[in-house]
């Protein structure tokens, strides 16, 4: 026990106190003047965090999660679109190397733009493939 002195008449001898690990305080009483006054317990143990259980169900999935088949429509689309995306902007180059003419600002401006949006829906595609994966060598499936 730490040494206390009593807040009455200065004593430090008190009577043995019981206090359950799980109590944070504890209670003794002076010796001398009998007076009772309140301590931390030194054998106190926090109770451990308890740990909230998830059921197996619809209810468990995220809110946010998507499921296998959002996935795969969106790799199918990303994918298309990428195809699509990258055929118009190879033409488009194509066009604009060809043209000799001294001002190709919005023939060039087309040209980059389907190559940035070719890759957006690459990226797209390829994130939906990877999730996918990732999914299946977790034993994920919703």
């Known amino acids: 026990m730490q040494a206390h002195k009593c807040p009455n008449c200065g004593a430090s001898i008190f009577t043995d106190y019981v206090a359950d690990s799980s109590q944070r305080k504890m209670k003794i009483s002076c010796v001398y003047c009998d007076s009772r006054f309140t301590i931390d317990n030194p054998d106190y143990e926090p109770p451990a965090p308890a740990h909230q259980r998830v059921e197996e169900h619809a209810s468990a999935i995220p809110y946010n999660a998507s499921t296998e088949w959002?996935?795969?429509?969106?790799?199918?689309?990303?994918?298309?679109?990428?195809?699509?995306?990258?055929?118009?902007s190879a033409s488009m180059w194509i066009a604009v190397l060809r043209d000799n003419s001294t001002n190709r600002s919005i023939s060039t401006g087309l040209a980059i733009a389907?190559?940035?949006?070719?890759?957006?829906?690459?990226?797209?595609?390829?994130?939906?493939?990877?999730?996918?994966?990732?999914?299946?060598?977790?034993?994920?499936?919703?």
């Open 70 to 88: 959002d996935l795969k429509v969106s790799r199918a689309v990303g994918y298309t679109l990428f195809g699509i995306f990258l055929f118009s």
């Open 114 to 142: 389907f190559t940035l949006l070719s890759g957006l829906f690459y990226f797209i595609g390829n994130r939906s493939a990877r999730k996918i994966k990732r999914r299946r060598a977790a034993g994920i499936f919703y």
